[in-house]
């Protein structure tokens, strides 16, 4: 009996512990950090500092997301998709909270900056931003998402900042378009959202209403992000390639996304806003694997 329930609570904890660090939010960050890497390296693999990087990337996002749902706790009560979070249902006390996110900022930096300091210093802006700037600007304005793209574009470039200690046109590069990518993502999210949102006082759309202007920007944003997504194929950013035939499976890639952009602005519903928000996570997720392959391969 006491096994049963020692098993049940050591369930609830961690599944406590996956909720307040967004594990799946985590997880794709992990992801962008060691496609990023492996572009960089090509077969070159040290699968230490990419077991360090997987750790280090994981900790900063989950600390990331643990200190916004503390300074958040009274907002999430009001939203239907976050009421149930460990700390607004009361499975997590605030302390206990920041307990994990103060360990989480702790050991991921430490090992970011095993890897290298550049890594850590990088992690340590991602940090700083999503919290005290990102967090906060979310009730007060739609430049929240401008500046939440910041520590969100981070994560792709870290990769190789951990693989080559190094911050020039390659990482920029990759930095570049992870950060145009965020704009239709967040939007369509905060599209099919927008009541949820707004009974928090949340301003994520850019003009602040679900109308012709914010569904043509992003349609705009759309057709940066592919732009930015091929650039590596001209040959202007360094060591960072990308071949032809992989250019054009990603402009194919950034024709689906932009199909689904247009067609919010056609129907203007909530619909189509989550299909492009899935879209757009498809999108990012192949991409990735394209440059990754395309390295692989050349």
């Known amino acids: 009996m006491s096994t049963t329930i020692e098993n049940k609570t050591q369930r609830n904890l961690f599944a406590d512990f996956k909720a307040i660090t967004k594990h799946r939010l985590a997880l794709s960050v992990v992801f962008s950090a060691i496609a990023g890497y492996l572009i960089a390296v090509g077969r070159e693999v040290d699968f230490v500092i990419l077991i360090m990087l997987a750790i280090g990337g994981y900790c900063m996002v989950g600390a990331s997301n643990a200190y916004n749902q503390i300074i958040e706790r009274d907002l999430d009560k009001l939203m239907d ?104 993502h967040f939007w369509a999210i905060g599209w099919f959202l927008y009541e949820d949102y707004e009974k928090a006082g949340f301003f994520m759309l850019p003009t602040g209403k679900r109308d012709k202007s914010t569904a043509s920007q992003t349609i705009l944003y759309t057709v940066w992000t592919i732009v930015a997504s091929i650039i590596p194929v001209f040959g202007f950013t360094g060591a960072l390639k990308l071949s032809v035939p992989a250019a054009v499976i990603v402009f194919l890639l950034g024709l689906g996304m932009l199909y689904y952009a247009i067609l919010l602005y056609k129907k203007m519903d909530a619909k189509t806003a989550r299909q492009l928000m899935l879209a757009s996570v498809s999108y990012i997720t192949l991409v990735q694997i394209v440059y990754v392959i395309d390295k692989f391969l050349q």
């Open 81 to 184: 998709r976050t009421k149930n979070r460990p700390i607004p249902s009361g499975t997590i006390s605030v302390k206990a909270a920041f307990v994990i996110a103060t360990i989480l900022t702790i050991v991921g930096l430490v090992v970011l900056y095993m890897i290298n300091p550049k890594s850590a210093m990088f992690g340590a802006i991602s940090i700083f931003m999503y919290v005290s700037l990102y967090t906060p600007l979310k009730t007060k304005t739609p430049l929240a998402v401008f500046v939440g793209a910041f520590p969100g574009a981070i994560p792709f470039m870290l990769g190789w900042v951990a693989a080559t200690n190094d911050f020039g046109i390659e990482p920029g590069t990759l930095f570049l378009m992870q950060f145009l990518w965020q704009f239709p």
